[in-house]
C-alpha cells in the first residue's frame, strides 16, 4: 500500500480586518483547514523523525482524508453550519489524540532507510490519482497536462535532491510540502465539476 502524505492547506485571509468580516461558517472553515494542516504537519514531523511507523502514518492519512472529505461535503453547498463545524472537529479531536498516541508509543523507524521510499510511494500514488483522474473523466486535458508538469518538477527536484546520494531532511522537507500542494490540487481538480468530454 502507498504512503499518503497530504497536507491540507487553502491560502488564509492576508488582511487581519478580513478574518472579522467572515461569516459563522467561513471561520469554522478557517479554523478547520488550519487545524487540519496543523495535524498533517504533526503526522509529517512523525513520519521524518521516526516517531510513526509506515502502517501508523497509513492509517493516520488516512483519517486525514476523511476528515477532509467531511470537510469537502459540508462545503459543498457553500458554507458550513455549526452541526457540521461541530462533527468536523470532534473527528479532528480523535484525530490530535490518535497522533499524539501513535508518535508516543515508542515504536521508531530508521529514517535515513525510508525517506526516498516515502517520497516515491507518493509520487506513484499521485500519479495513479492522476491517471485514474483522466480514465473517469474527472479531469480535463488541461487540468491533467497541469497536474502532470507538477509531477515532474517534483521528480526533478527528487532527482535533483539524490544527485549526491542523499537526500537531506531540508531537501525532503521541500519535497513532501510540493507533494502537499500537488495533493490539494489534484483533489480540487478532480472534485471541480468540470469533466473530459
Same mark, same amino acid.
Given at each position: ?49 521516526? &516517531? ?40 479532528? &479531536? ?64 527528487? &532527482? ?31 472534485? &471541480? ?5
Amino acid at each position: 500500500m502507498n504512503i499518503k502524505l497530504t497536507i491540507i492547506a487553502l491560502a488564509m485571509t492576508a488582511l487581519p480586518g478580513a478574518a472579522l468580516a467572515q461569516s459563522p461558517g467561513d471561520r469554522a472553515g478557517t479554523r478547520i483547514d488550519q487545524r487540519q494542516t496543523e495535524q498533517q504537519r504533526r503526522i509529517n514531523q512523525g513520519v521524518q523523525s521516526g &516517531d510513526l511507523t509506515r502502517g501508523e502514518a497509513i492509517n493516520l492519512q488516512r483519517d486525514q482524508e476523511r476528515i477532509q472529505r467531511m470537510e469537502d461535503r459540508a462545503r459543498a453547498d457553500g458554507k458550513i453550519t455549526r452541526q457540521e463545524s461541530r462533527a468536523i472537529e470532534q473527528a479532528q &479531536d480523535r484525530q490530535s489524540q490518535n497522533i499524539r498516541n501513535e508518535r508516543h508509543d515508542q515504536q521508531r523507524v530508521n529514517t535515513q532507510q525510508t525517506t526516498g521510499a516515502r517520497i516515491d510511494q507518493r509520487q506513484t500514488h499521485q500519479q495513479q490519482r492522476i491517471d485514474q483522474g483522466v480514465k473517469s473523466g474527472d479531469l480535463t486535458q488541461r487540468e491533467a497536462a497541469r497536474l502532470q508538469e507538477n509531477q515532474t518538477r517534483i521528480q526533478r527536484m527528487e &532527482d535533483k535532491a539524490r544527485a549526491d546520494g542523499r537526500i537531506t531532511p531540508e531537501e525532503a522537507r521541500r519535497m513532501e510540502l510540493a507533494q502537499d500542494r500537488q495533493n490539494k490540487a489534484i483533489a480540487r481538480e478532480r472534485n &471541480d465539476n468540470q469533466r473530459a468530454r
